[in-house]
């Protein structure tokens, strides 16, 4: 009766007559009776402070150490290296149709085209096609010197930087250097086009640009050219192009600051032997040499 009294007078201060009479026939004025009687059945816990204090300063103090999660960028780097390594594998493969030969210093290369025709690549020269479009369109593209044996058929076509080459079945040598450029027609006809002008060469005829000066070959008795044979052979050259074509096929740095080397040569020389083939350039214009290892030094002979 107590709780009832209590809980009333709480009530009575608060509502009006009517509105106390109305809330003790009510079922929330019941539910209120409960929780006053459980709550006052409910102790707070009691707490040592100073044993509380004691505890917390003994805790140990550690650190929480943020988890880390490695993105192992080597590994990272060796994926990508080998994804870009297969799409270049895979480019090649199966979009680049270029087929590409190219020779060193004192090295000759032979091989076939599509069509069966066959090249020879002097030293130091490099050959270029697309094998795709090749059955329609026969065009290679020349840097250095060779040799072709062409297969009759449609019109095929040398690029060089110096000139175009065209034939339908023939055998020819295309030169092209710094400064020179050289074709020769051993069988059948070449049209050669250089500065927009064309020149047809006829077996044992050739066609000679030196320095932007241009000078026609005629009666050629030759069968093929001489580098065919391990020979180069010059008529009336600089000497400073049989120089270069000696380190070309040597594989040796030719110092030739003592002497003129715009002086012209006429002559042949192996690619068989150095000393052989210095005597054959040095002699005729009274020169002498020194081989230092892969050093060459020319100078003017003593007794002159």
Known sequence: MKKENDILKWFDDQLTKPELDALKQSEDFK?????????????????????????????????????????????????????????????????????????????????????????????????????????????????GEAFFKVEKGQKFTVNTSAGLVQVLGTQFNVKERDNYFEVVCFEGLVSVTHNNKTIKLS??????????????????????????????????????????????????????????????FTGTFTHSNLNTALQAITIPLKLSYKINNTTVTLYKYEGQ
């Open 203 to 264: 077996k044992g005829k050739g066609f000679k640009v030196v320095n932007d000066n241009i000078e026609l070959i005629d009666n050629t008795k030759a069968t093929s050219p001489s580098w065919l044979k391990a020979e180069s052979t010059f008529t009336n050259i600089s000497l400073q192009q049989v120089i270069a074509e000696v380190q070309r096929q040597y594989d040796v740095t030719i110092n030739s600051d003592a002497i003129d080397t715009t002086q012209l």
């Open 31 to 143: 539910t209120l009776e409960k929780i006053k009687h459980y709550s006052s059945q409910m102790e707070a816990p009691k707490v040592d402070a100073q044993q509380a204090l004691n505890a917390f300063k003994q805790r140990p103090l550690t650190k929480t150490e943020p988890k880390v999660i490695s993105l192992h960028f080597k590994t990272f780097f060796k994926v990508a290296a080998m994804l870009i390594v297969m799409l270049g594998i895979s480019y090649f493969a199966f979009f680049n149709n270029t087929k590409n030969f190219e020779t060193t210093v004192a090295q000759t290369q032979t091989f076939k085209l599509p069509d069966n025709s066959e090249v020879i690549l002097n030293a130091q020269s490099s050959l270029s096609y697309n094998s795709k479009t090749w059955d329609d369109k026969r065009d290679l593209t020349l840097d």
